[in-house]
C-alpha cells in the first residue's frame, strides 16, 4: 500500500510540474509573439525612415562591406 501512496505522490509531484512548464512555454510564447511584432513594426520604421532619407538602397539591403 505505501509504494501505490508513494507512486501516486510522485505523479501528483510529475503533473504539477508539466503544469508549470506549460505556464512557462505558454507565457515565453506570448511574449516571443510580441517580439516579433515589435521587431517588425521598426524595421518598417527605418526602412520608412531610410527612404524619406534618400538612400538609394535601403541600409537593411546593403551588403556589408566584408562580402
Known amino acids: 500500500m505505501a509504494r501505490i ?4 505522490e510522485r505523479i501528483a509531484h510529475l503533473t504539477r510540474a ?5 505556464d512557462i512555454v ?4 506570448t511574449q516571443l509573439d510580441r517580439l516579433t511584432y515589435r521587431t517588425g513594426m521598426l ?3 527605418e526602412a ?3 527612404a524619406a532619407a534618400g538612400t538609394e538602397i535601403p541600409l537593411a539591403d546593403q551588403r556589408p562591406p566584408h562580402w
Open 5 to 8: 501512496e508513494d507512486l501516486e
Open 18 to 22: 508539466v503544469e508549470d512548464l506549460s
Open 26 to 29: 505558454r507565457a515565453q510564447g
Open 43 to 45: 524595421m518598417e520604421r
Open 48 to 50: 520608412e525612415r531610410e
